[in-house]
């Protein structure tokens, strides 16, 4: 459910950037952490054609100006269990930092999936300083209220769950690619309903209030579905 996190987290910002003009074709991106939200957002996000140049852990951040290898990356993390200095020593091209911000180096777009409050409102300054013009969370909760926390992108885990729960009700098996394409629907109606809804109601672009007023009248026309309310 962690890896779909990642890879409903790509879908969704594949949304928005649509939304702005843009797509992840020939962008650098950077992605917090390295456990499985982060490898599968890496993963999709360069399989829609992005370069990620950054990838982290508690011990530092790696530098991969050339993408991530996802394949060793995968075995360093979830294979051997070592640390991302152990896939810049067997990889060329990258480079390890001890020291220094992961939210200093200059990209398109910034993915933080790595844990609570990492980002905080002077990280995100610096980021739109150095270029990045779009930032989507997949851990829980990790940006700050100055950095301008988002809502609904990391629904990627969810989602899935409730798909493993209709497959099984059904008795039904399903093949991976008929599961990843549900979840890239739902992820994208999920930014398209906080999208048409913060419109709605006078917020056109505030993804959060859209998310909100959406999430709200679900709920309530649940409750009142039930006779609840």
């Excluded at 150095?130 to 940006?143: D, I, L, Q, R, T």
């Excluded at 099984?168 to 109606?189: E, G, P, Q, V």
């Excluded at 998310?211 to 009142?224: E, H, P, R, T």
Aim: proline fraction near 3%.
């Amino acid at each position: 459910r962690t890896e779909a996190t990642g890879y409903g987290l790509a879908y969704f910002t594949n949304e928005m950037l649509k939304a702005h003009g843009a797509e992840f074709t020939g962008s650098k991106v950077i992605v917090s952490g390295s456990g499985n939200v982060a490898i599968y957002a890496i993963e999709k996000a360069q399989e829609l054609g992005a370069t990620v140049i950054a990838f982290s852990d508690s011990s530092g951040w790696v530098h991969t100006p050339n993408g991530v290898d996802v394949a060793k990356l995968k075995d360093v993390k979830e294979v051997r269990r070592e640390r991302v200095s152990t896939y810049a020593d067997e990889v060329e091209s990258a480079t390890y930092h001890p020291e220094g911000s992961i939210w200093e180096l200059p990209c398109d777009i910034a993915l933080p999936c790595a844990t609570q409050n990492e980002l905080d409102g002077a990280a995100a300054r610096t980021l739109a300083d150095n270029g990045c013009k779009f930032v989507a969370e997949g851990a829980n909760m990790p940006s700050t209220a100055d950095a301008g926390p988002g809502k609904a992108a990391n629904a990627g885990g969810v989602a899935t769950s409730a798909l493993e729960m209709q497959q099984n009700a059904c008795r039904d098996s399903w093949s991976f690619d008929y599961t990843d394409k549900r979840l890239h629907d739902i992820m994208s109606n999920i930014f398209k309903t906080c999208a048409a809804t913060a419109k709605e109601y006078g917020h056109d672009g505030d993804y959060v209030i859209g998310a909100n007023i959406a999430g709200f009248k679900k709920v309530a026309d649940a409750m009142l579905a039930q006779g609840v309310i």
